[in-house]
């Protein structure tokens, strides 16, 4: 019976792995002849099959042959847990196939009436080979256990996001960047910001200071965030504490995600309880009175029960004046796997961000403001943000005798969350700047729910992985904004202070005018899809769906003129994509897909609702490329695309507290990346990315044809490298290149471009204790890391310094 867990990355040395890899194989070619007479008489066993399973764990890899081969495994998976395979790719009979799988195991499987039982392989006495017995007395080598660490291995063979599938990442028609475990570790990652450096083609934006915004291919997002496959809509600071990986997954998503998914998504994979007891307890400290903790504890009741918790606590200052950020979150899981064929994850989390809200500098003759790093614009005691989250999850996944798998997700969330601003408004002018204040808070209420199906099927020659699913889901909405009124003067939205001492602390008065944000909204959602995955020819796949979203606004305006507006959008987002593999390792793929983005959430804080202003964004994405797995642990990939939006709400460039609709914008680009093992002692993640986006007609003043969207560097470079000296010392460096952008549409404030350096050293003191330093912008290089508009620009950290330390119990 098969089941199916989480990776737990191990790789072994290589000189070991190779030669235990090469005797095995060796013994499998001789041992053969019995192999294929002692399944002759199985039809199922002798027919050939192609097979594509990804070097990787164990328990994923029987799943997959399981599926391919359409046959039974019987197995216990506790006891599998945390063994690696070297993968199958090819054409292959069934015993054969699950002999290569099994190699360097130390298992072996026995054909029953059932199925195939993967068994313990015998020390002495009469060998049972796989499939078959022998009389002979035959010396066996002792089974080795390799469980060397994966340290340095930045690599990711797969993914479940691209396709609710488990698809080889060559396999799949888009650009994918996976930010993996080993390399959150290394750069000490602790948000999306920081993930998403070094991913080619995505970049950051500064979310007023409150919330996650991120440039996927010219398009800022705050809503295309997902958690395991589930959307994470709302506008805060995440954490990755309780995070395995990272996937950036670029251009039109609306098959796979629904609403959004447009420029591109970002999806969070969890940490969950398996049966690799883990014990862990990590202290960071370092510049700017930075203090950070966390812990990751697991423990395995039973091989039917496992639990993990996972803790956080951070209070930490920054080089900015009186900025300072507290959080704290716990996230428990517990798997259950009643039979081999379930499995069920419950999960909840609670997670709590209280930070200044920094807005940054403003500008002065279409250029930064020259002012020190450190100076706040505004008032930083009376600028916070509190985002307090209480969510919980589920994922219930059984496999049938026939074939089929059916998976439900469930997500249920509360989102609390204030933030208010006093912060510069306008471009300096005569040695003054105008400052501005509102607040604003939400509250929101998110429930969704996903089934799928999930059947391979092959008619004649040709392969099928069939994927049906509906999903449904909820969101009501509380929004409430509120102008600032300085020294109470009920004209004195703006209040000019000397560059020279641009701190205020006059009094201000927060009023909710006609003008404002009093909303509610509820939105329901009604999803279905469906989707196949053809093998065609062993060279040629194909992947083609089509996704139906209905898409029901009730909208609330309750202050000044009060006004409901209902819409209904029925949303048709197809993709349809080719892959050619003239070899196994490369694919060269060309894809078509389209997205929707309908009027929700924040989108609805700063712009006129009207049923014009409520008719959804519309992504169209056109995309060419290549993935070459240069060896089984590195990675080269290209993209060339080009992405079309049309009824985009665009930030106006001197006032953010407002938006206007713009009728379309086109971005094209290319996009190369680079990421895995490039000898046993180097690794290596980054990319370059050439982007050019301009507006396709003329909306105002602010807003003319062939203005170049904001926020979009023509050129950027990263990569970040990694090398171990010895098994106990390693260091690495990075570098990151950004060409000069524009900050909003309008085009008239330049931020320049900017080459930072980072660099890390790691230390494994003994088995259970590891230490790292990692220092950031080490030749202390002035720039400005994001913007929100002309007048919102962060600037960069100058040289920091952070030490973390690292026990295992």
Request: glycine share 8%; aromatic share 10%; with cysteine.
């Amino acid at each position: 019976m098969s089941g199916i867990f989480k990776k737990n990355q191990q790789r072994s040395r290589f000189c070991l792995h190779v030669y235990s890899s090469c005797l095995a194989l060796l013994c499998c070619f001789l041992l053969n002849p019995a192999i294929a007479e002692s399944s002759g008489n199985q039809q199922t066993a002798v027919t050939e099959r192609v097979y594509s399973i990804p070097a990787g764990s164990l328990l994923d890899a029987l799943e997959k042959f399981s599926l391919q081969a359409g046959v039974d495994l019987i197995y216990n998976s506790g006891l599998l847990e945390g063994l690696k395979t070297r993968g199958l790719d090819g054409r292959y009979d069934v015993a054969s196939g699950l002999n290569l799988l099994l190699i360097g195991t130390g298992y072996r499987f026995v054909q029953q009436p059932g199925g195939f039982e993967i068994v313990s392989a015998q020390p002495s006495g009469d060998l049972e080979i796989s499939g078959s017995k022998t009389d002979e007395k035959v010396t066996v080598l002792p089974t080795i256990q390799i469980s060397a660490s994966n340290a340095g291995s930045y690599a990711a063979t797969s993914s479940v996001t691209a396709t609710k599938t488990n698809t080889l990442l060559r396999d799949v028609p888009q650009s994918i960047t996976v930010v993996t475990d080993e390399l959150i570790k290394d750069q000490a990652i602790q948000s999306l910001g920081d993930a998403v450096r070094y991913v080619p083609g995505v970049g950051v934006s500064q979310g007023e200071g409150n919330r996650d915004a991120l440039i996927f291919r010219g398009n800022r997002s705050t809503g295309d965030f997902f958690v395991d496959g589930v959307r994470d809509d709302v506008a805060f600071f995440r954490d990755l504490y309780n995070i395995e990986r990272v996937e950036v997954l670029k251009g039109a998503n609306g098959m796979i995600f629904g609403r959004g998914g447009s420029g591109g998504v970002v999806n969070r994979v969890t940490k969950q309880a398996n049966w690799n007891p883990v014990r862990e307890f990590s202290f960071q400290g370092g510049s700017f009175n930075r203090k950070r903790m966390t812990g990751d504890f697991g423990h395995v009741f039973n091989d039917k029960v496992a639990f993990r918790v996972n803790g956080l606590f951070e209070d930490s200052d920054s080089f900015r004046d009186d900025v300072v950020m507290r959080r704290r979150g716990v996230s428990p899981t517990v798997t259950i796997k009643p039979t081999n064929r379930t499995k069920v994850v419950l999960n909840m989390e609670r997670f709590h961000d209280d930070r200044t809200a920094d807005r940054g500098i403003p500008s002065f003759t279409g250029r930064p403001l020259d002012v020190k790093r450190s100076q706040f614009f505004g008032d930083p005691h009376r600028s916070h943000a509190d985002a307090e989250v209480l969510s919980f999850n589920s994922l219930i996944e059984h496999h049938f005798d026939f074939g089929v798998t059916l998976r439900n997700r469930t997500n249920y969330a509360q989102y609390d969350k204030f933030y208010q601003n006093i912060f510069a408004n306008s471009p300096v002018f005569a040695d003054r700047v105008s400052l501005g204040a509102y607040n604003d808070t939400t509250d929101r209420e998110n429930v969704f729910n996903q089934t799928d199906i999930l059947y391979s099927v092959d008619t004649g020659p040709i392969s099928h992985t069939l994927l049906a699913g509906v999903e449904i889901g909820q969101q009501i909405t509380s929004n409430v904004r509120q102008t600032g009124f300085f020294n109470n003067d009920p004209r004195g939205t703006s209040f000019r202070v000397p560059v020279s001492n641009p701190v205020t602390n006059v009094p201000i008065a927060f009023v909710t005018q006609d003008t404002d944000a009093d909303n509610r909204s509820v939105v329901d959602i009604t999803s279905l899809y469906i989707q196949d995955q053809i093998e065609l020819l062993p060279q040629l796949q194909a992947i083609a769906g089509v996704r139906y979203d209905l898409f029901e606004v009730d909208f609330r305006k309750r202050n000044g003129d009060a006004a409901q507006i209902n819409t209904t959008d029925h949303l048709i987002s197809p993709r349809f994509g080719l892959i050619f593999k003239p070899i196994e390792p490369l694919s060269i793929y060309a894809s078509y897909s389209q997205a929707f983005v309908p009027r929700a959430g924040e989108q609805l804080t700063g712009i006129i609702v009207t049923r014009a202003t409520l008719k959804p964004e519309k992504f169209t994405t056109y995309e060419a490329g290549i993935k070459w797995d240069i060896y089984p642990d590195l990675a080269l990939t290209g993209a060339v695309f080009r992405l079309d939006r049309t009824n985009v709400i665009t930030v106006d460039p001197n006032d953010s507290t407002r938006t206007f609709l713009a009728k379309g914008q086109r971005t094209e680009g290319v996009e190369i990346g680079l990421s895995g093992r490039i000898t046993q002692s180097l690794s290596v993640m980054g990319g370059y990315a050439y982007q050019e986006g301009e507006l396709t007609s003329t909306q105002s003043a602010d807003a003319q044809k062939g203005a170049t969207i904001g926020e979009l560097p023509r050129n950027t470079f990263s990569m970040w490298s990694r090398y171990d000296f010895t098994p106990r010392i390693g260091a690495a460096f990075g570098v990151i290149y950004r060409s000069s952008m524009f900050a909003a549409v309008d085009n008239t404030v330049r931020i320049p471009d900017f080459t930072r350096v980072d660099a890390a050293l790691f230390a494994q003191f003994t088995r259970q204790v590891r230490g790292q330093i990692n220092i950031e912008n080490i030749f202390d290089t002035h720039y400005f890391a994001s913007v929100h508009n002309n007048n919102n620009i962060s600037p960069g950290s100058p040289i920091a310094v952070r030490a973390t330390l690292v026990a295992n119990f």
